[in-house]
C-alpha cells in the first residue's frame, strides 16, 4: 500500500524515475558512445547556478594547499609544530602571515610555532577559551600527543579544526 503510494509520487515528479534500472550493456554503451545516451539535456551547456564561472583562472595545487588555504581563511589564529609531513602546511601558512595575508575577516592570521606538540595543543585549547578561531597542523603521531588537550577541548564543547597530514598512525606488529 504505501509502496504503491509511494510509486504515485514519484510518477508525478517524474514519469519513469522509479524504473531507472539499465543492463551493464547500456551502461558500457553509453561510456563509450555518449552520443547514444537517450538524454536530450547532455550536450546543452549548464545555467544558473551550476554553470562555472570561465571568468576565474583555475590553479593546480596539492592537497596540503588547498587545506592551509581553506585553514588561513576561515581562522583567526594557528599554533604550530613543523613535523613531517604536516610541515608544508604550517610553512604555507607562516609564509603567508610573513607576507600579510588577510583572511576573510580581514585580519592577518597570527601563526604561533611552539616547541613540541603538546605546546601547540595546550595553546590551541587556551586560543579557544578566549574564543578565537584556531586551529593546528599536525601529522598523525603529533595527534596522539595531543590526546590529554583534545580531551579537555572536547570536555569543554570547544568548536576547533585539527588538521592532521597522515601517512599512517604507527601500530605494534
Not at 592537497?63 to 592551509?68: D, E, H, K, Q
Not at 589564529?77 to 607576507?99: K, R
Not at 570547544?158 to 606488529?173: E, M, N, Q, S, T
Request: glycine fraction near 8%; charged fraction near 20%.
Amino acid at each position: 500500500m504505501a509502496a504503491d503510494k509511494a510509486k504515485t509520487e514519484l510518477d508525478k515528479l517524474d514519469p519513469g524515475l522509479h524504473n531507472a534500472a539499465i543492463s551493464m550493456d547500456q551502461i558500457d554503451d553509453v561510456i563509450n558512445n555518449p552520443a547514444k545516451a537517450n538524454r536530450k539535456d547532455v550536450n546543452k551547456p549548464l545555467k544558473g547556478a551550476y554553470a562555472p564561472d570561465r571568468t576565474k583562472k583555475l590553479q593546480c595545487v596539492d592537497g596540503c594547499y588547498a587545506l592551509t588555504d581553506s585553514a588561513y581563511r576561515m581562522n583567526d589564529t594557528a599554533f604550530i609544530f613543523p613535523i613531517t609531513p604536516a610541515s608544508l602546511m604550517s610553512e604555507y601558512a607562516d609564509g603567508w602571515m610573513a607576507e600579510g595575508r588577510k583572511n576573510v575577516f580581514g585580519q592577518v592570521m597570527q601563526v604561533t610555532q611552539m616547541n613540541s606538540e603538546a605546546g601547540a595543543a595546550g595553546a590551541l585549547h587556551g586560543a579557544l577559551v578566549t574564543g578565537s578561531l584556531c586551529t593546528t597542523f599536525t601529522a598523525s603521531q603529533g595527534l596522539l600527543l595531543m590526546i590529554p588537550n583534545m580531551y579537555k577541548i572536547a570536555g569543554e564543547m570547544l568548536p576547533c579544526v585539527l588538521h592532521v597530514g597522515a601517512r599512517a598512525v604507527a601500530a605494534r606488529r
